[in-house]
């Protein structure tokens, strides 16, 4: 099955900087990459999603970029601000029998220092 | 437009009892996937569900189970409930494609 790793796991930035956050996947076949945010006891908003056939797409202060030759795909945040402190997850949707389960990284914990 | 609800919140329960978990997709929404979210990992798949039939089971053992109604709102089953079945599960419906959005959640507990 799908298997995504997540780097880094934690990411401190001062407002204002750029973070970056990188993903890699296993099957060839996933073909739909969405990126979620979870708020302390909150439930995971997607922020920003591609699609195979599409290198990056930009969403404001969000970019998301996709390297299908190396599998790997990484979210973007620039001009960061405190409010977008909160854990960020990756996820990768490999199509199997017609459905479109989400296999996930590990989470990266971002802080924004004001 | 109401969003993809769950009840309950919250929800504790002891070593071998059964717990129901409910989940209300999202208006035009027809597939609901279950997750279960240990503290500090990502979202893990359960199964899930398209016109009323389990179309797809992650690794998780047949204790879990599930069932989806006519209107398209979704249950979770877990049988014989173990320590390690301590999580929050999420809900999350689609559209017939693999945009999914979340429910807010169930948090068990079982002591």
């Known amino acids: 099955g799908e298997n995504v790793e997540q780097h880094p796991s934690t990411l401190s930035v001062q407002e204002g900087d750029s973070a970056v956050i990188k993903c890699t996947y296993s099957?060839?076949?996933?073909?739909?990459f969405p990126w979620y945010k979870q708020e302390l006891g909150k439930r995971p908003q997607l922020i920003i999603d591609?699609?195979?056939?599409?290198g990056e797409k930009k969403d404001q202060r969000i970019a998301v970029t996709l390297n299908k030759t190396a599998k790997h795909f990484s979210l973007h945040i620039t001009e960061t601000q405190p409010e977008d402190s909160a854990v960020y997850f990756c996820?990768?949707?490999?199509?199997?029998?017609?459905?479109?389960?989400?296999?996930f990284g590990k989470g990266t914990k971002l802080s924004v220092i004001p | 437009d109401a969003g993809v609800t769950q009840s309950p919140t919250h929800l504790i329960k002891t070593r071998g009892q059964q717990v129901t978990l409910r989940c209300s997709p999202k208006?035009?929404?027809?597939?609901v996937s279950w997750y279960q979210q240990a503290l500090g990992q990502g979202p893990q798949f359960i199964f899930q569900?398209?016109?009323?039939?389990?179309?797809q089971r992650g690794n998780f053992p047949d204790r879990f189970s599930g069932h989806q109604y006519p209107n398209y709102s979704s249950e979770l089953n877990v049988n014989a409930l173990l320590l390690g079945d301590s999580a929050l599960y999420l809900c999350?419906?689609?559209?017939?494609?693999?945009?999914?959005?979340f429910g807010p959640g169930t948090r068990l507990t079982v002591l």
């Open positions: 208006s035009g929404h027809d597939t």
């Open positions: 996820a990768a949707s490999s199509p199997g029998a017609g459905s479109y389960q989400l296999t």
């Open positions: 591609i699609r195979s056939n599409v």
């Open positions: 099957d060839s076949a996933s073909n739909y």
């Open positions: 999350a419906s689609s559209a017939g494609s693999d945009t999914q959005y």
């Open positions: 569900y398209y016109e009323e039939e389990e179309r």
